[in-house]
């Protein structure tokens, strides 16, 4: 993956408009926060191929970045994206990673579910 | 270490047989005996990538299937499985449907000594279903015929409640394997190895001492 660079991440985001794609998105803490830290109150949240058709979407920020997705009634977003690769399969792939390099949260949207 | 008939070694990630069991697990194959090492998942939804990342959220599932293939080798285990669930779904399963499957392999393989995680003792939820499931299928079967069941447990709360482990291998004799083994998850552990390696070259003592002893608790019915 390639630090982001937001006009190619936009052009991906714009091919995909009203087309029936699949979302994988994810939020991740990593299982081992709490017992790393019994301070730290561990959550995430994760979706795999979800079929969405989205009207717009829009990457934004000073970096890391968010992106967000209109879809028919209502939205999804992701927020903390540094990171970003259009595959062989042509999918988009974002993606955050921590300061010392780890998954933190992914967006991606493919036209084929995610195997 | 005694000798065994068959070991069977059931966890839910590719690296979970590394840190805590690989010395042992070589240690039984060096003697002779044949390891069979079911593995859940393939650690989809694992965080380290690499920095900066050499793999993504899509591809980290084929680099860890290579690099759980590759510490198989390394320890000489012979027959590896790979049962196709999913990275952080397992207790989401049907727990039936993971007690039959685990039920079927020691049916098949009739093994004398089974190792896994301890439930409740196992911090990671696929590694507490997977423990519960080798458990129950352990259990459903009559007491003279249940093979040996060696725990890993790491929680904060396992010497206080368990105990200290039953069981400690002193593995040093296979070190640089198991070391080769932990190279082998290199997208999840070149980050710690670095941490690690001034400790090794100066032969550090707690270093030394999470190397070269394996600890694991007899799970009591």
């Known amino acids: 993956m390639d630090p982001v660079i937001v006009k190619d991440v936009q052009e991906a985001l714009d091919q995909f408009v009203g087309r029936e794609v699949y979302i994988h998105l994810e939020t991740t803490n990593g299982a081992y926060a709490s017992h790393h830290n019994d301070q730290f109150f561990s959550a995430g949240a994760y979706i795999r191929n979800a079929k969405v058709t989205y009207e717009r979407a829009k990457i934004t920020g000073p970096g890391p970045f968010r992106t967000g997705l209109k879809i028919s009634f209502g939205w999804i977003y992701a927020e903390g994206i540094t990171h970003y690769e259009i595959d062989d399969k042509g999918r988009l792939l974002l993606a955050g990673h921590d300061f010392s390099g780890k998954l933190a949260v992914a967006l991606q949207i493919s036209e084929t579910p995610f195997e | ?221």
């Open chain 2, 1 to 221: 270490m005694e000798k065994e008939q068959q070991v069977l070694v059931v966890f839910p990630h590719p690296d979970d047989e590394a840190f805590g069991v690989s010395g042992t697990i070589a240690s039984h194959v060096n003697m002779g005996t044949p390891v069979t090492y079911a593995c859940l998942t393939l650690g989809e939804m694992g965080r380290n990538m690499g920095n900066p990342p050499f793999a993504n959220r899509e591809t980290l599932r084929s680099i860890r299937r290579y690099e759980l293939k590759e510490a198989a080798r390394v320890l000489g285990i012979s027959d590896l499985r790979m049962l196709g669930y999913r990275d952080k779904t397992v207790e989401f399963e049907d727990p039936d449907k993971l007690t039959a499957e685990i039920s079927d392999m020691i049916n098949e393989l009739n093994p004398s000594l089974i190792i896994t995680f301890y439930p409740g003792y196992s911090v990671h939820p696929d590694h507490e279903a997977t423990g519960e499931a080798v458990i129950r299928a352990v259990g459903q079967l009559p007491a003279e015929k249940r093979p040996k069941l060696h725990c890993v447990a790491f929680s904060k709360n396992c010497v206080e409640e368990l105990g200290e482990a039953d069981i400690v291998h002193d593995i040093s004799a296979v070190a640089d394997q198991k070391l080769d083994a932990i190279r082998a998850h290199r997208s999840q552990t070149e980050l710690m190895l670095a941490d690690m390696a001034d400790g090794l070259k100066k032969k550090d003592p707690a270093t030394m001492a999470w190397l070269n002893f394996e600890r694991f608790w007899t799970y009591k019915f």
